[in-house]
C-alpha cells in the first residue's frame, strides 16, 4: 500500500517507533514521517527509574531500536523538530519553524509531561523532574554529589526514585500528600506494604503532609519546608507528583480532548484521519466499556499497533488489558487489570504478605476480578488477566487457598 502524501507520526517516543515500526510490517512502503522535539531517538522510558537511573545498564539498552534501522526501513526520522500546529481541513502540521508537511494519515504520540511544583523556590537549580533520558542524567548526577535527596510525592516515580537512591547509598525523604503512598492507585492495604517496603529499606517516609516552599541557598535548593514549618535538608528535590497528557495539539486542533485525546477502540479521533496512542490518549477500552488513560509501558508498546492496523484500514480494536509493573529493593511486581480508587469492593489475598509473594485481586460487585497484582509471584499475568477478561464471579475461598491452582479460578 503506498500513497505520495505521508503518513505523519509526531512524537518520536516508544509509541511513535512501534507505530511507525508496524506500518512497514503491515506493508505501507508510502512515505513515513516520524517526527520528535527531543535530539534523542525513541527510547523507552522504564529504565529511566529502574535499572539505567541505578546504573544497572548502559544508556545504549534504552534506545527502541539502533540507530541505523529507521534508514533501513525508510523512516524519515526528523529529531529536535517541535510541531506548533495541526490543520485538519489542509491536512498539514506547522513546524517552529513556519514550514507545513502535508499527511495523508496522522498519528499523535506526543506523550505527557511532568506535572511542575508550583510553590515559591520551584525554579532553584537541583529542583529536578523525571520524563526523559536527560532528567535521568540529571539524576544520576545528583545521586553522586548529594548526601541527602527529598521526593515530592509517592506515587510509581517517586517511589522507584527513592529506592535507586538508596541503592545509591543516598539518604532519601519521601514526602507525600496522603497518608499512604500509592493510596489513591492500590488502596490502603496494599498501599501500606509499600510503606513498610520503604522505611524497611531507610526511607524518611513523611505522609500527610503539605509542601509550602523549596528552599535555597545562592540560587540552589537546599531543602523543602512543609506546611507546618518542619524543614526537611536535601541537596536535590525530586518531584514526582503526575503528569498531563500533551493534548495541546489537538485541542488547538479543534479535537475532542477529554484528560487526553479522545479516541474509539480504532485509536482514531474525532478527525477520522488523526490518531492517537500511547500516554496522550484516551481510548474507549471494549472490555471496560468505558475512555480509559493508561500511562504505562506496555499501553505505548501495543496500543500503536493497533493505531497503526487502523491507519491502514484494518478493523481492529485495542483490547488488551492493562498492565504495569515495577521494581523497588527486592519487590518485583505486575499488575493487570482496572480498578477505579471508588469501583471495587474488597481486596483478597493470596499468599504471604508478610514475606512479600502474594497476589492481590480487586473484586467488583459478586466477586468478579477487576484487577490483580503478582507480588514476588512470577508466571502469574497471564492467569491473571484471563481472570479480569472472563468477568465471571470467583470463589473467594478459592482464591485464598494457594492449593487451588490459579489457572482454574476462573472456571470456579
Known sequence: MATDTPYLIVGASLAGARAAETLRAEGFDGPLILIG???????????????????????????????????????????GVTVTGIDPAAREVVLADGSQIGYAKLLLATGSSPRRLSVPGADLDGVLYL?????????????????????????????????????AGVEVSVLETAELPLLRVLGRQVARIFADLHREHGVDLRCGVQISQITGSDGKATGVRLADGRHIRADAVIAGIGITPNAQLASAAGLKVDNGIWVSAQLRSSDPDIYAAGDVASAFHPLLGKHIRVEHWANALHQPQTAAQAMLGQDVAYDRVPYFYTDQYD??????????????????????????????????????????????????????QALVRGRQPVDKNAMRNLEYPLESLAGH
Not at 138 to 146: C, G, L, N, V
Not at 342 to 350: I, L
Not at 352 to 380: H, S, Y
Open 131 to 167: 520524563r526523559s533520558v536527560a532528567d535521568c542524567d540529571q539524576i544520576k548526577a545528583a545521586f553522586r554529589s548529594a548526601s541527602r535527596v527529598a521526593v515530592i510525592g509517592g506515587g510509581w516515580i517517586g517511589l522507584e526514585t527513592a529506592a535507586a537512591a538508596r541503592a
Open 37 to 79: 522535539a527531543e535530539s534523542e531517538r525513541p527510547y523507552e522510558r522504564p529504565p529511566l527509574s529502574k535499572d539505567y537511573l541505578i546504573g544497572k545498564s548502559e544508556r545504549e539498552t534504552i534506545y527502541v531500536h539502533p540507530q541505523q534501522w529507521y534508514a533501513e526501513h525508510d523512516i524519515d526520522l526528523r529529531l
Open 331 to 384: 519487590l518485583g511486581m505486575e499488575y493487570s487489570g482496572y480498578a477505579d480508587p471508588d469501583g471495587y469492593d474488597e481486596v483478597v489475598f493470596r499468599g504471604d504478605t508478610g514475606r512479600r509473594e502474594f497476589i492481590a485481586f480487586w473484586l467488583g460487585a459478586g466477586g468478579r476480578v477487576l484487577a490483580g497484582m503478582n507480588v514476588n509471584t512470577w508466571d502469574a499475568s497471564d492467569a491473571i
